[in-house]
């Protein structure tokens, strides 16, 4: 409640209000007595269609605002009066930014006649809240909560590149990587099961080969193959029957399971797996690095990181990896979990000899969960199975799932999302490592079918597994780790950015086309002849190397470290209904099936997820915040909750509207779908996820639709919409605001397959809407101050109207079309 200075309740006693809101007080009954908790509005059709809730609180507003008490009594927001206030509320009402529940309190103060300063009080009070949750048409953030920082995740394929994915993976550890941490040694390689066995190990192989304070048999200098061998020696000595053996590859064909083929220098599988030649990512369960140039830490360490990537890609539902450095006698000891990298510090092999071997023992002797792999699944043979409290009295579920989750993130610093379809199709199953800071997804899902929102999928099951914090008790981390490269921190970077308002050559693009010849949006004028060397470079690659030698970050935003590491909670969430990944709508189950009712799935799924999103948001309240193709699931045409071919999941990310920052330390998205003004710093509106929606259906066209057809004539080699998650902020920002000009935007449809030419019409209303020209000749990229329903309205009519032009082929498609089973 609003402090009242003296002062102001003279002011509110020398000033009654008497009988002034009489007239309204009926009204305002018959309002307060249809309303349900939960919704923005009472129900009209209970009101009655003579009775407008807004108007009714348009007039309570305009009454108070001409007193005598609104003239003279001060806000507590700002240097106006009351009045002043109250008149901007009103423009408010008036527009369609409107919540009965922000004005319920004085509405019913009102109804029972409560004495003059309660109800300033909550005058006040109403004040204070509406100027948080309603933003101005765009909000500069302060990010001093929730800064936006991606992964590596966004590059897949033939783009996973050693210097790509390394240049991606430094901004992703940059600012979390620990050294030197105090208590690591005695956390993971003391007073274990097989510590005795690991000390007598030490004390075997010392006798043999420890003599004048040096290891006499280890090779000086340590060349890689000289080292295994080494390795080999003691495994073969002491570590017959060891749980954990250790391994090599010889080429990068002798390792499988991960999108880009890589060569191992050490590693340890589960002794037992069949096949020692050939190895599979899945298994992997130590990493180390045998070195012989010169030492140099960054480089070093972001090999070991896009090795890890790969580890936790194939088997996302671990929690941790151990890994480790060997350069020539200096040995250094690693645990990548989903906070970041941390490690033991230097030592020297020679001058701390017991440290040496426990630590090569006890790679090999660790059990599961020492070497931090999911045991909270249950595995018989093939066969994965988890155990879920469905509620809070403890009930459980036993579930089985399918072998391969349908979702999953490629990157190590992230949530690690994780989704698996049960085994009976009847739900999914889904992990991930959420902030501390901000609720549990399962919080989010039941105030949505709380308030009956539509369109979102329903929780059956909800299990807190452990934290980053569990994981990492019994240690004590130091400051994050300098690296000395990369002179410009992020934050200083973003700040640059926040403060560029011109786009230069990308802003400036003419509307209509002038000539035969197109110009590339974003093209540097003026450039400078590359060197051979240089041009032989993909552009991507050059793109890389540039940030790298300006100092701005390639793909991370962080904000100033305070010196504590990032805690993450796992949990493990069961929705209903299974569904497939939006993007599986290009793959081909049924040879018969057509591009036509291909695309129908899409637009239909997409369409629905908006009006899922449309629901969270007017009905719940609730903003989701991380649209993406991921977050985005087909569940068909025969519903339970009605005729939804499309759902929209995933609400670690979603914010309850007008509840403030969480705290966390900062939020990640896939960049590739991340709104324009998002990556200049403003704050997250509605309008930002239904840009999102926008770049997910030009990404699945632009991309994925060639997965669908069978023939790949015309498929770019290198797509512009690599500009979208490649380079700093700026850059990806510029990029996307010169694509959405109408001649930048047909090159973006010019990367269409041909069979997907009927989207486009499509894809260009939806730019339309979205970014519509002002008349100075810029695109509008902000939230207007008009109600959201008139936005949402004409993005779905938009939907609607290009699935009408794409012509049933089959009674079934016409159903799917129509969102109604029967309807022809």
């Not at 068909?636 to 509840?659: Q, W």
Request: proline fraction near 4%; charged fraction near 25%.
């Amino acid at each position: 409640m609003a402090n009242l200075s003296q002062k102001d309740r003279n002011i509110i006693a020398e000033n009654p209000l008497d009988t002034s809101p009489d007239h309204l007080r009926e009204l305002l009954r018959k309002i307060e007595q249809s309303y349900k908790p939960g919704f923005l509005s009472p129900d009209s059709t209970a009101t009655g269609p003579d009775l407008n809730p807004p108007k009714v609180i348009s007039r309570l507003l305009y009454t108070l605002q001409g007193h005598e008490v609104a003239l003279n009594l001060r806000s507590k927001i700002g240097s106006d009066n009351v009045a002043s206030e109250l008149s901007e509320l009103f423009k408010c009402v008036q527009r369609g930014h409107y919540n009965y529940e922000h004005y319920r309190a004085l509405s019913r103060l009102i109804i029972k006649r409560a004495p003059d300063v309660d109800i300033w009080n909550a005058v006040l009070d109403l004040i204070i809240t509406v100027s948080r949750t309603t933003p101005p048409t765009s909000i500069r953030s302060s990010f001093d909560g929730t800064p936006v920082t991606i992964s590596s995740s966004s590059f897949q394929g033939s783009e996973q590149t050693r210097q790509i994915i390394e240049s991606a993976m430094f901004y992703e550890i940059k600012r979390c990587t620990y050294r030197n941490v105090d208590g690591f040694f005695e956390k993971y390689f003391e007073g274990r099961r097989w510590s005795h066995k690991s000390k007598e190990i030490y004390n075997a192989v010392k006798k043999e080969q420890y003599r004048d304070e040096r290891w006499t048999d280890f090779p000086d200098p340590s060349d890689g193959d000289a080292v295994w061998k080494w390795l080999s020696r003691v495994q073969d000595n002491h570590l017959s029957d060891s749980p954990g053996v250790f391994y090599t590859t010889a080429s990068t064909s002798d390792l499988t399971g991960a999108e880009a083929r890589r060569q191992l220098d050490v590693f340890t599988k589960r002794r037992g797996i069949e096949n020692t030649e050939k190895h599979n990512w899945k298994d992997v369960r130590i990493i180390g690095e045998l070195k012989q140039s010169k030492w140099e830490l960054k480089k070093i360490l972001l090999q070991l990181a896009r090795y890890m990537r790969d580890a936790f890609t194939a088997h996302p539902p671990r929690r941790f990896i151990h890994g480790f450095f060997l350069h020539n006698t200096t040995m250094e000891l690693w645990v990548f979990d989903r906070s970041g990298p941390y490690s033991s510090g230097e030592f020297n092999i020679h001058e701390e000899p017991d440290k040496f071997i426990q630590a090569i023992t006890g790679y090999a002797l660790m059990d599961d969960e020492e070497l931090g792999l999911d045991t909270f699944t249950e595995m018989h043979s093939e066969d994965r199975f988890i155990t879920i409290s469905t509620d809070a009295r403890g009930k459980e579920k036993r579930m089985q799932l399918d072998e391969a989750p349908f979702v999953k993130q490629r990157a190590v610093v992230c949530r690690g999302t994780t989704c698996f379809r049960n085994i009976d199709q009847s739900g999914v199953v889904k992990f991930s490592w959420t902030s501390d800071k901000r609720p549990p997804e399962a919080d989010h899902l039941r105030l949505a079918q709380e308030k009956g929102v539509e369109g979102i999928a329903k929780l059956t099951g909800y299990q807190r597994i452990t934290s980053i914090s569990e994981l990492r008790s019994g240690l004590t981390f130091p400051s994050p780790h300098q690296f000395r490269s990369g002179t410009a921190s992020a934050s200083t970077s973003f700040s640059q950015t926040q403060q560029s308002q011109s786009f230069g050559p990308v802003q400036n693009l003419s509307i209509s086309r002038t000539s035969s010849k197109r110009k590339r949006p974003g093209d540097e004028q003026g450039s400078q002849k590359k060197s051979r060397s240089n041009s032989q470079k993909s552009k991507l690659n050059q793109q890389f190397e540039a940030t790298q030698q300006s100092g701005e970050p390639a793909v991370s935003l962080f904000e100033p470290d305070d010196g504590n590491y990032s805690n993450r909670v796992l949990g493990c969430l069961a929705i209903a209904p299974a569904g497939k990944a939006l993007s599986e709508f290009a793959q081909i189950p049924d040879p018969e099936k057509s591009v036509a009712s291909a695309i129908k799935e899409l637009l239909i799924a997409l369409r629905d997820a908006i009006n899922a999103h449309r629901s969270l948001y007017l009905k719940g309240n609730i903003l989701h915040r991380d649209v993406s193709e991921n977050n985005i699931i087909i569940t068909g045409t025969e519903k339970e909750d009605g005729n939804v071919a499309g759902m929209l999941i995933d609400l670690d990310l979603a914010k309850v509207a007008g509840s403030g920052r969480s705290g966390a330390r900062h939020q990640t998205g896939t960049m590739e779908f991340m709104a324009i003004e998002v990556l200049q710093g403003i704050d997250h509106t509605y309008r930002h996820d239904l840009e999102s929606f926008f770049y997910v259906l030009v990404w699945l066209c632009a991309r994925r639709g060639w997965d669908f057809c069978r023939n790949s004539k015309g498929r770019p080699k290198e797509s512009r919409l690599r500009r979208w998650y490649t380079g700093s902020f700026k850059d990806i920002a510029e990029a996307k605001l010169g694509y959405m000009h109408v001649d930048g935007f047909e090159y973006i449809l010019d990367e269409f397959p041909s069979a997907f030419d009927c989207v486009k019409p499509l894809c260009m209303d939806l730019r339309g809407i979205l970014f519509p020209l002002q008349k100075d000749g810029t695109l509008f990229k902000g939230t207007r101050e008009d109600p959201p329903e008139k936005l949402y309205n004409s993005v779905t009519e938009a939907f609607e109207s290009a699935l009408a032009d794409i012509a049933p082929s089959s009674s079934e498609d016409r159903e799917s079309l129509s969102g109604k089973k029967g309807v022809q």
